[in-house]
């Protein structure tokens, strides 16, 4: 499904059963895939299934990779279909579990929200910047949706600014303010028969709907393919034609940072790094009907992880690991200007 096409020309349930066919193909990705696919369920008004596949991925053998997130969409769909007692329980085990990704605690917040229950909210997302943000010297790009929602529903209970409203509005970008965007008194210009008030709303609605097409429209990375240690030995033992690719381990690293730094310094955007693995490139050049030892899937194998979302941004952020996988920061290791 693109971003960009409309919601009402969308089959929801033949996505779902497309992206539900895909996991069973793409284990390693099952999670992201089903959560997709529970989501089109919730789109399509079949709630009961979506909670199936919620319930599918928290009771796997090997666990969810992000049980809180996954509890926290199971909770934002119950509720939206009667069951609230128990999407109560959930909700506040999450807030008890205080995971370290905003996310779970943005779906929760914005579950109470829908229910008119701002206090409840406001609390919740508090104590996600809290959990999230507290020791951090630089805000993740993934606790900027925290701190947005924070804004908004602190607009709506008439609280003045605080740190953390200054710095959601530093990160924001649009030319419409947060405080405008998130003005209560905006939802009364919806009903208004004045022109220049409807103008205005659109206006406002526009630049909105533009910096949520912007994010699900971001393409993927340009991704270069880093072989951790073990796997780029094992990978040049099983095909030895690819060593030519790869003569030493220092040199695959140093030609990674290399193409990166010639990128940026060129003007792409969205870089990244993606870790491969021999299973994984196997059955990915398998999928292909090709040879593995065939070094033209390389380019074409960092795609498809990057396309399946598990591209490393680069360059990493500052007091971060490096992306080669040693425990020092990357100023401290590939990101030392030579």
Known sequence: MRPDTPAAHVDHAAEAARLERTAGLY??????????????RELGGDRPAATALYDRLLSSPDGAENPSLVRALKAANLWEYGH???ARA???????????????????????????????????????????????????HAARPLLV?????????????????????????????????????RVW???????????????????????????LSRPFPVAMLHWPAGELAELTGA??????????REEH???????LRDLAASGTPNLGVVHGTVPSYEAFAASEA?????????????????????????????????????????????????
Not at 111 to 138: C, I, K, Q
Not at 176 to 183: A, G, K, P, R, Y
Not at 291 to 316: C, E, I, K
């Open 84 to 86: 609230e007692a128990e």
């Open 27 to 40: 284990p390693e990705d099952a999670e992201a895939l089903l959560l997709r696919a529970a989501a089109h």
């Open 290 to 338: 090709a040879s593995p030892a065939d070094a033209s899937l390389l380019p074409q194998y960092a795609t498809t992880l990057a396309a399946r979302g598990h591209a490393v941004p680069w360059p990493p952020q500052r007091g971060t690991p490096c992306w080669c996988g040693m425990s020092r920061a990357y100023e401290g290791c590939h990101g030392v200007e030579g």
């Open 90 to 140: 959930i909700i506040d085990g999450v807030r008890t579990a205080s995971p370290a990704d905003p996310a779970p605690w943005v779906v929760v917040a914005e579950s109470l929200e829908t229910h008119d229950e701002l206090e409840a909210a406001h609390e919740t997302l508090t104590e996600g910047a809290r959990r999230v943000l507290t020791g951090v010297a630089e805000p993740p």
């Open 189 to 215: 210009s919806l009903g208004s028969e004045e022109p220049a008030e409807l103008e205005a709303e659109l206006s406002r609605l526009r630049a909105e709907l533009g910096a949520y097409r912007a994010a």
């Open 239 to 248: 095909y030895p034609s690819l060593a030519a690719e790869y003569p030493s």
């Open 149 to 185: 929602a924070r804004h908004r529903v602190r607009r709506m209970l008439g609280a003045a600014h605080d740190d953390w409203d200054r710095l959601a509005d530093t990160l924001h970008s649009l030319p419409v303010t947060l405080d405008e965007l998130h003005d209560p008194k």
């Open 253 to 259: 690293l140093a030609s990674i940072e290399t193409a």
